[in-house]
């Protein structure tokens, strides 16, 4: 157990619909990672928050957005959902900002299906 | 840009053997090297990180991985491979910079056969 804890496990949802997925990070973490796993663009860095404020943005689209909460939780919102927004969604979490050379610790992941 | 490559889709062992997973670095500046696994609807599992020091880096479940800069690599090995060891293995590079987010390869599956 990572101590990262990621709801809801399973979203099953139609297309144009938007869903919340919601992540806790390890406590003591300040940093929270969002990351999109699918089959053919792999994992993909999504965007990080530290302490409440975004830190770093990958490959996020701009139907997604994503908070931190003053008490270091998480959400990540799609909306518009597609087809291709089908994915497992990782939710990471470390202590620091990134100068640090520490590991990223991983929830069980969201598992979203747009049909 | 940073990136990792794993241009192995899918290796096969055979319980007992050695094993290698292969991975490969383009980094601009000191490469923070890490491997992690993911077993079947699960999330990802640190095994191990180079950041400096020693070239061969001992991890989690017997694995170690050797750094070699001269070939920029970083391949993951095990001296005697487990079925259990079954799983989908990703290299990954640190983000430039003070980011802290991970930039992963496109994973290498691992069969381990009894």
């Known amino acids: 157990d990572s101590g990262v804890t990621q709801t809801p496990k399973h979203l099953i949802t139609a297309t144009g619909q938007r869903v919340t997925l919601r992540c806790s990070p390890r406590s003591g973490d300040l940093s929270v990672y969002w990351y999109q796993q699918s089959l053919d663009q792999g994992l993909q860095f999504l965007i990080q928050?530290?302490?409440?404020?975004?830190?770093a943005k990958g490959n996020i689209l701009e139907r997604f957005s994503a908070q931190q909460f003053p008490d270091l939780h998480s959400e990540l919102n799609l909306s518009s959902l597609e087809l291709g927004d089908s994915a497992l969604y990782f939710c990471a979490s470390s202590h620091y900002a990134g100068g640090d050379t520490g590991e990223l610790f991983f929830g069980e992941g969201s598992r979203l299906t747009v049909l | 840009a940073q990136s990792v490559a794993q241009r192995e889709d899918q290796v096969n062992v055979a319980e007992g053997n050695p094993l290698t997973v292969k991975c490969t670095y383009s980094v601009s500046g000191n490469p923070y090297l890490f491997w992690y696994v993911q077993y079947p609807n699960r999330g990802l599992q640190f095994l191990l990180k180079y950041i400096t020091g020693d070239n061969l880096v001992k991890g989690s479940y017997g694995f170690e991985a050797e750094f070699n800069k001269s070939q920029t690599s970083f391949h993951l090995k095990k001296p005697s491979a487990l079925v259990s060891d079954s799983a989908l293995y990703f290299c990954?590079?640190?983000?430039?910079?003070?980011?802290?987010?991970?930039?992963f390869g496109k994973g290498t599956k691992l069969s381990v056969k009894p």
């Open positions: 928050y530290y302490n409440g404020e975004e830190r």
């Open positions: 990954a590079v640190k983000g430039k910079g003070s980011q802290g987010n991970l930039i």
